[in-house]
C-alpha cells in the first residue's frame, strides 16, 4: 500500500513539474529548474516540519507529500544536466551562479518550509 501513495504523489509531482516546464522562457540560464527546485525544497521542508511537530501525521501521508509529491516535482538529475550544459557551452559564470544558487536557496528553502511548518 504504500507504493501506492509514493506513486500517486509522484504522479502529482511529476504532473507539476512538467507543467511548470511548459511555461514560456527565453533564457539561457535554467530558471525554471532552479524554481522548480526551490518550491520543492520548501515544501519538503514544511512537510517535515510539520510531521515533526505533530504526532498525528500518518506516515502514508509523510510518504505521499515528501517521497512522492516532493520526488516527482524536484530533479537533481536535470540541475546535474543543466549545470553541465552551461559548462560545456563555456557560459562558467551562468554555470557557477546556477550551481551556487541552487544548492544555497535549496538548503535555505528547507528552512523555510520548517519554519513555515509554525503557522500551522
Not at 504523489?9 to 525554471?32: C, K, Q
Not at 519538503?44 to 510539520?50: L, N, R
Request: charged share 10%.
Amino acid at each position: 500500500m504504500k507504493f501506492i501513495f509514493v506513486a500517486l504523489g509522484g504522479a502529482l509531482g511529476a504532473i507539476a513539474r512538467y507543467a511548470i516546464s511548459l511555461i514560456p522562457v527565453r533564457m539561457t540560464f535554467p530558471v525554471l529548474t532552479l524554481v522548480t527546485n526551490i518550491a520543492g525544497a520548501i515544501l519538503i521542508g514544511f512537510i517535515v516540519g510539520i510531521a515533526d511537530r505533530k504526532g498525528d501525521v500518518s506516515a502514508n501521508a509523510v510518504l505521499f507529500w515528501k517521497t512522492g509529491v516532493c520526488g516527482g516535482f524536484t530533479t537533481f538529475s536535470t540541475f546535474s544536466l543543466e549545470s553541465c550544459n552551461l559548462f560545456e557551452k563555456r557560459i562558467y559564470i551562468a554555470g557557477g551562479i546556477y550551481v551556487a544558487l541552487s544548492v544555497g536557496c535549496c538548503v535555505l528553502g528547507i528552512l523555510i518550509g520548517k519554519k513555515l511548518s509554525y503557522l500551522i
